[in-house]
């Protein structure tokens, strides 16, 4: 119990206090949200995303092991949220916020916050979460574009989308620096390691001026309630019997294991404000699975720590 109570005041407290902090600073000045989500998504994450990726050498193998696990993650997750949304006997347009909230996780600004801080000394921990962020993100733009407007979009237009994240594009040139075993000169460095630094910050503060915004009145129901289970319990635990089958261990198996357990990605509500699809039951979840992840997240970590060491 001390330990696991350790995981919860050194690793989720500090995520929940920024979160907090967000939202007391978003009910006194009335940020521009969409300015500092673009800060964000275009600035402090791009810089952090290259920074792990420039300094981490990943094995070949270990990178296969990983995307073998997110297919076979992600696929899990879509069928199951597909059937359980045909037990509940929810209409069209419930379904498919449904199946997004299940299946798109919040793996960039609270994922990386965490993996940072579960992993400071591991940097193999936090790629393996960045690799998983690029992977969630085709998977905003694909599945979760398709559930909700696949009659508007063409696949082209997707595609011209997810081509122009800054994510992407840091990415791949973390990459080629990285094989080259290029080194950046201190003058772009400095400013680079400093954006990289602030984005643990940023980003949660941001997500926390977001979820303020979020009515609680209606929170619960049966369809929050089980995307909820079904996105931070069963989820981790279909994570556990794949990374078994496949035979990962170590620190992949331990990263992985602790993704699978993040809450649902805010991304889902905002497309689902976007086109305007069952917005409010969107972004509700979204508020509820954050809250509890508080709890889930932090046993799931202890886990990892007893099963992977």
């Known amino acids: 119990m001390y330990y696991l109570s350790m995981i919860f005041f050194q690793i989720v407290a500090p995520i929940l206090v920024l979160l907090v902090v967000g939202a007391l600073l978003q009910k006194k000045f009335q940020f521009n949200l969409k300015a500092l989500s673009q800060l964000v998504t275009y600035c402090f994450m791009p810089a952090a995303v290259f920074v792990n990726i420039y300094e981490t050498t990943i094995d070949m193998l270990v990178l296969a092991q990983v995307a073998i696990f997110i297919v076979l993650f992600i696929g899990s997750q879509m069928l199951i949220s597909h059937y359980i949304a045909k037990l509940l006997g929810l209409n069209r347009l419930e379904s498919a916020v449904f199946k997004n909230s299940v299946v798109l996780i919040n793996s960039g600004n609270y994922g990386i916050p965490v993996a940072q801080m579960v992993f400071a000394t ?13 992977f969630q993100n085709m998977t905003t733009y694909t599945y979760g574009l398709y559930n909700l407007i696949s009659a508007t979009n063409s696949g082209l237009e997707i595609l011209k989308g997810f081509l122009k994240m800054p994510i992407v594009h840091a990415l791949i040139i973390g990459i080629i620096l990285n094989i080259a075993d290029f080194e950046i000169p201190q003058t772009f460095r400095i400013p680079l390691d400093h954006v990289a630094e602030g984005f643990i910050a940023v980003a949660l503060i941001t997500l926390g001026a977001q979820l303020s915004q979020i009515e609680i009145r209606t929170i619960i129901n049966k369809t929050i309630i089980t995307s909820c289970f079904t996105r931070l319990i069963l989820g981790p635990a279909i994570a556990l019997l794949i990374i078994y089958l496949l035979g990962i261990d170590g620190v992949v198996a331990k990263s992985l294991f602790i993704a699978s357990a993040f809450p649902t990605s805010r991304n889902s509500s905002s497309l689902a404000l976007e086109y305007d699809v069952e917005s409010n039951t969107a972004a509700q ?5 954050t809250i509890v992840s508080c709890f889930t997240v932090t046993i799931v970590i202890y886990l990892s720590n007893i099963f992977f060491g």
């Open 285 to 289: 979840t979204v508020l509820f699975s």
């Open 122 to 134: 591991q940097p193999i921990g936090v790629a393996i979460q960045v690799i998983l962020v690029i």
